[in-house]
């Protein structure tokens, strides 16, 4: 008895790891990037020239195919003018694709014009409505083929909120409800909640509303001219504001040891352009040379 007791319990203890891999996939709470292509996610408000050239050059240059995504916005057709803001910067090859209708979203003939796409572009309003026409259909499976191409997933307001993971001020009531009746966004980076309009809008103490339910998140939230460039697992700011960053820690160039922090479940700190985030480890990248202020 004496002998086999011990190989009873590491039998029973080899269980419950096999158990607990099946049941928690390691990546289950790890925050990770699209293992290829780039998203591109910008906090809503006027983006500039630099930003949207930045984008247009990331999809292949001006002749690259883009379509645009307006959906969220709510209207039930769509005219040159969501197109407007790419062909002033010089794409010449922008379309426009859109359905409030799922079946038509899993239509072979709607979804033809993306499997030839570089970039993909979500405009602003309610990010709930992109979830309504698209998750979980082919059209939505072709935004995945984009990235696995190596192609560009890009997006503002709504459009930079719905490349989460965790879909934040998702109810159809109102956008001030930050854990609503949709909370699935399409899921480019995992284990993430995207905010927008942080600081224009005064929201920069909203996301502790979903942290307190849902700590395993990362939370990002992006001001307005402000994009995030996401390749792999790391993103880089770009734009003439701030991203305000929710990981549980505090990060400053001038350090924190005379600073008078809060409670950790109540900080976050901010990036600016240039500086860079480890997604995978949620630490600041040390600044690259050409981005050093």
């Not at 390691?26 to 292509?37: A, C, I, R």
């Not at 906090?43 to 195919?65: C, H, W």
């Amino acid at each position: 008895m004496k002998q086999t007791m011990p190989k009873a319990i590491v039998s029973l203890f080899f269980l419950l790891v096999l158990l607990a891999v099946n049941w928690f996939p390691q990546d289950s709470f790890t925050t990770v990037g699209p293992k290829k292509g780039t998203l591109f996610i910008v906090g809503g408000g006027r983006m500039s020239d630099d930003l949207v050239k930045r984008f247009i050059d990331l999809a292949g240059g001006p002749n690259a195919p883009i379509i645009v995504i307006p959906t969220a916005l709510g209207a039930e057709t769509y005219g040159e003018r969501s197109l407007a803001f790419l062909k002033r910067r010089g794409a010449k090859n922008v379309s426009i694709l859109h359905t409030n209708d799922r079946d038509m979203a899993n239509d072979d003939d709607f979804v033809a014009p993306l499997k030839t796409a570089k970039a993909v572009w979500f405009g602003g309003g309610r990010q709930w409505r992109l979830v309504d026409a698209y998750k979980g259909t082919k059209t939505e499976k072709m935004f995945w083929e984009i990235l696995a191409r190596g192609g560009v997933i890009g997006g503002s307001s709504a459009g930079a909120t719905i490349q989460g993971s965790y879909l934040a001020r998702g109810d159809t009531k109102n956008n001030q409800i930050m854990m609503g009746d949709h909370e699935e966004g399409f899921g480019f980076l995992s284990n993430v909640a995207i905010d927008q309009h942080v600081l224009a809008r005064n929201r920069h103490f909203d996301m502790f509303s979903i942290l307190k339910k849902r700590p395993e998140l990362l939370g990002i939230g992006i001001d307005e001219g402000t994009a995030l460039i996401v390749k792999g697992n790391e993103f880089e700011v770009r734009g003439r504001s701030y991203v305000l960053v929710y990981d549980g820690s505090f990060w400053s160039r001038e350090g924190s040891r005379l600073k008078n922090l809060p409670d950790k479940k109540a900080q976050f700190y901010l990036l600016r352009a240039g500086d860079r985030y480890d997604l995978l480890k949620r630490r600041v990248l040390p600044r690259s040379r050409s981005n050093q202020p």
